[in-house]
């Protein structure tokens, strides 16, 4: 006779992974506030919090805490973190191209990232990861590998890491190679925000239609 107790609410909100996720919260906020005079400071800080995201995974399939909780704290800490950096890039590239720039690829990834997550959800599948081959090869070598999902999300927040140093003259040098060795990557991970926005729109546009056709068969 099985002696476990029943797993609570209270039991998923402290759940080794998604305290994982707290501490990322916390360190990107500490990275917010000392983006603006305290540059080296903010990238380890910043990079701490980025680092996390790789072992939050990690801890969840260990100790199996996977949780809808955790999937839907990972994608909003990824987008709150990486959404801080570039409003403040806006801010230290105040010229009108580069903020329609910054702006623009903001609202591609929030979009695209939601979208997707709801689309998956509507669609039945238990994680935003889950992308067939058949859906989109791109999309299914980027959520199923870890490596690639890993290289592509660091060199996507080096990347925009560049930029940031770059808006500080003593570690401009160090900003320009960074944005030159991580550009690749950063391209990567824009085509796969179109891509994940254009399949998401797909999808749910093929639920709303079965829906509509169900509801006139019904009539």
Not at 53 to 69: E, H, I
Not at 74 to 94: E, H, N
Not at 152 to 167: H, P, R, S, T, V
């Amino acid at each position: 006779m099985s002696t476990s107790r029943e797993v609570t609410a209270n039991d998923v909100v402290w759940y080794i992974p998604n305290k994982i996720g707290y501490m990322r919260v916390i360190t990107a906020i500490i990275s917010f506030m000392t983006m603006r005079d305290f540059p080296f400071i903010t990238m380890l800080v910043y990079g701490i919090s980025c680092l996390l995201d790789a072992l939050d995974g990690t801890m969840a399939r260990k100790y199996g805490q996977v949780s809808r909780l955790g999937a839907v704290l990972d994608m909003v800490t990824d987008r709150s973190t990486t959404s801080g950096l570039m409003c403040f890039l806006a801010f230290a590239y105040p010229s009108r191209k580069w903020c329609v720039f910054f702006q623009v690829l903001l609202g591609l990834d929030i979009s695209s990232h939601y979208m997707h997550m709801y689309a998956n959800l509507s669609g039945g599948q238990g994680s935003h990861k889950n992308v067939s081959k058949e859906s989109s090869r791109l999309l299914h070598l980027y959520y199923t590998r870890r490596d690639v999902l890993f290289t592509i999300c660091a060199f996507n927040e080096i990347f925009y890491g560049g930029l940031y140093f770059l808006a500080f003259p003593q570690y401009a040098t160090t900003g320009k190679w960074l944005c030159i060795i991580c550009l690749p990557g950063y391209i990567f991970k824009q085509v796969t925000n179109v891509i994940q926005l254009k399949r998401a729109a797909l999808m749910l546009a093929e639920l709303d239609a079965k829906d509509a056709n169900e509801r006139s068969k019904n009539n």
